[in-house]
């Protein structure tokens, strides 16, 4: 009786003012996720290192093409955008690196003669060139008896995620790019990369979204969004984008993301970069969008809005079972209820993502 | 012209970018900025041979597999 009684007893929700594309798109996953994570701000811990990744690589990518609109050559831009990266990823407090922490670690000599598992001589494994093994310095080798030495290393906190790898992205980028037919959009000297666009529809409801640059193809002019993932580039990763809320979003509003600017839209082009950990590879892939196509998405906005609305309203954001594949909440709501406020407090950080500033901030009153 | 990356080894460009990275980066000179870069630039002339060597073998392993002659 008591669960019964606590179906009637929720409380109205307030939603935010601000929706972008990731905000949609959560909704439309999944109601329980966009409740635990755009309303309550519970954020996995470890996406800390996606996110500071990201946003090198966009810090880097934009000091490029800013450099270049201030019509410096190609050599100065490349090292402008290096430095840059390179001094937001330094800790300065600790006087280090971010992104990894420094290790102790040993290596082999190899002085000593080693037997391998047939009894033949051979090179001790821990002497080979370039291993080194964490942990701390034996200072005799355990396999051949050699003396080692200690080293100190940079351990990285993702190996393809890494300071090394944001660097590389950039100088990579800009060679891939040196000779290309796109180009840089810029209005009075000052060049659209990285800005923000708002679309008021209402007192408590505005669309928004951030632009990485606008870009010229041609005649045709496009929105430009760099993503970096560990898939390789093919077919089917770019057939990911159409249909894709956030392709869809920008495409319905690319009047309002050109408005004031003079400038007439055509689609979304997608700047792909494959991270492995011996490179990076490149890829661009072009969405436009019809007009009847658009007006579908924009009436499918208002639709999901007034879902959000109706759950809001009643204070229940149902879980769509059917996309936990994958979710980060997917420990949360195989949990008996009761157990769900104890996981989240564990496992999670509360810091919810700002579309307006494009960071993750701490939810006030609670201790992240 | 001999090819840069016959000339200096992965090695040695890796101990060049190491060593400008693990510095504290206002003390960085443009010299050395310009040293990393270039260091990069040739990691990425040995990846594009590598992958090149790798497609080709792939090629060859197609054609193996469709002439089984």
Redesign the interface.
Known sequence: MQEIRSEFELKPRELPKFWDASTFRTFMECPRKFELSVLDGWSEAESAVDLEFGSLVHLGLETFYNNIAQGKTH?EC??EA??AV??AS?D?EE?K?KLGHYADAWHCLGTEKYRNEKGNTAKCPYSHK?KVFIGPDPETCGACGSPTRALRV?VPADKVKC??QA??VV??FA?EFKDTHLELVSIGGQPLTEFHWQKAINDGLVFCGNVDGVFKLGDSLFVVDYKTTRQSLGKSYFRQYDPNPQVEFYNAFREAISEGLGLKIEGILIQAIALTQ??VKFGVGIFRQSAARRQEVVAEIAYWLHIAEMMAKRGFFPRNTSACFRCAFRQVCAAEPTARETILRENFIRARWNPVTRQKEAVEGTAS | MKNPIDEITA?EDAVT??AV??R???T?R?AD??A??EA??R??AR?IV??AKKAEKAEGLDDDARDPE
């Open positions: 050599d490349v090292r290096v430095r390179l001094h330094w300065y006087d690196p370039g940079w300071r090394k660097v590389r100088v990579w060679e011996n490179g | 090695e970018i190491d990275m693990s504290t980066p206002n960085i443009d900025l310009d990393l870069v990069m630039r990691d990425r990846f590598a992958e």
